[in-house]
């Protein structure tokens, strides 16, 4: 377990002990269901979009402290955001957990980043990878596939 515990920044525990964002919408114009069978995440991103700003985002669901932890974190850096922006956050948030664009691709991006690069770790474990993306896909699939959202 101690590769979890290297994982589990305090940001991360904090997050998983108290997700943000973590409830139904009160409006949402758009809504996807994440899953990721690796690990057995599951999750509903819900999404208002109004004239392709974030207005509001939260989740529901259940999985393991990462992705709990990369869904909260997410919402919160999406929040108010355009949507390309927010969907360009992804990109990097994907480069720098999968390390695709080189060992520090998170220093080199350390103030777009922000809390984010607490999932910077991931990449040493990449069974954790998808765990730590599963909220982001979701966000971009309710965002492109423009599901209407039923609402309970
Ligand atoms: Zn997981």
Redesign the pocket.
């Known amino acids: 377990m101690s590769e979890l515990r290297e994982l589990y920044q305090s940001t991360i525990l904090d997050h998983n002990k108290k997700p943000r964002n973590f409830r139904s919408p009160q409006q949402a114009n758009r809504r996807a269901v994440g899953h990721?069978p690796?690990?057995?995440?599951e999750i509903t991103v819900y999404l208002q979009l109004q004239d392709d700003i974030v207005a509001d985002v939260c989740f529901q669901g259940s999985?393991?402290?990462?992705?709990t932890a990369s869904a909260s974190m997410m919402t919160q850096a999406v929040k108010g955001r355009p949507l390309e922006e927010a969907l360009q956050l992804f990109d990097s948030f994907q480069r720098m957990v999968t390390g695709e664009s080189g060992a520090d691709a998170a220093d080199a991006q350390p103030k777009q980043m922000g809390k984010l690069a607490a999932f910077a770790g991931v990449r040493e474990y990449p069974m954790?990878v998808?765990?730590a993306t599963?909220a982001w896909h979701t966000l971009r699939a309710a965002a492109i596939g423009g599901e209407a959202a039923t609402t309970e």
């Open positions: 990721n690796l690990c057995g995440d999985g393991c402290a990462i992705s954790r998808k765990c599963l």
